[in-house]
């Protein structure tokens, strides 16, 4: 079974701060996306990534994936409480439609 | 158009009703999903459509029966269904090229149900 471990589960933080949060799994990937998700709401897509070691930055938000392309980290510079939600990603193993998505990590950036 | 549109948003029904949800994409998308996300967890995969056809079932009860009648519409019909059923029932659409999949799945805000 594919598994995409997510940590840290839960995240409480000021706003100003900064936090990284981690995707993990044993499979390598041919893509991988994050998705941010609000209460009631679909996931909303935030970025993806196909190539090992790739780097992309979106605004406040730096995406990585990892070399091998098994692994995943988004870091948030100086959060605000626009930012609180639950944070997924999703691997896409090569040559299926089966997204598996990571464990989750619900962030709450407080005023 | 970069929208994919679920209805109803939500949905109380009895264990003997029979009701369906449906989902509308208009970008050209090939592959049409269907999640279940329950509270505080991510979303499970249930079905995948690719090109009208059913390619994936993820061992769902067959209280739930997945339609696809066109490229843009895919429909979940319900029926028998248990008060354990109740969740957000999310559908979602990629691209689906002939040199292969890409990697962005596009969903709509979610149909929540109730199963009393």
């Known amino acids: 079974t594919q598994l995409l471990e997510q940590s840290p589960q839960f995240l409480s933080i000021q706003e100003g701060e900064n936090l990284t949060v981690y995707c993990n799994s044993s499979s390598v990937f041919s893509s991988l996306q994050w998705y941010r998700q609000e209460p009631g709401e679909g996931p909303v897509l935030l970025v993806t990534?196909?190539?090992?070691?790739e780097v992309k930055k979106l605004k406040r938000l730096t995406f990585q994936f990892g070399d091998a392309r098994k692994d995943s980290s988004l870091h948030i510079t100086a959060a605000q409480t626009g930012d609180t939600g639950l944070y997924l990603c999703?691997?896409?193993?090569?040559?299926?439609?089966?997204?598996?998505f990571g464990t989750g990590t619900r962030l709450k950036v407080l005023a | 158009d970069t929208e994919v549109t679920q209805t109803p948003k939500h949905l109380v029904m009895g264990m003997t009703n029979k009701k369906s949800l449906k989902c509308e994409q208009h970008?050209?998308?090939?592959?049409m999903y269907w999640y279940k996300q329950k509270a505080k967890k991510p979303p499970e995969l249930m079905f995948v459509?690719?090109?009208?056809?059913?390619?994936i079932n993820e061992s769902v009860p067959s209280r739930f029966s997945p339609e696809c009648p066109n490229s843009s519409l895919l429909n979940l019909h319900l029926h028998a269904l248990q008060p354990e059923d109740s969740a957000l029932y999310l559908c979602?659409?990629?691209?689906?090229?002939?040199?292969?999949?890409?990697?962005?799945?596009?969903f709509g805000e979610g149909s929540r149900l109730t199963v009393l």
């Open positions: 459509y690719s090109y009208e056809k059913l390619s």
């Open positions: 999703a691997g896409l193993p090569s040559g299926t439609y089966k997204y598996i």
């Open positions: 970008m050209g998308h090939r592959a």
């Open positions: 990534v196909v190539t090992g070691g």
């Open positions: 979602a659409s990629s691209y689906d090229g002939l040199a292969g999949i890409t990697g962005e799945l596009f």
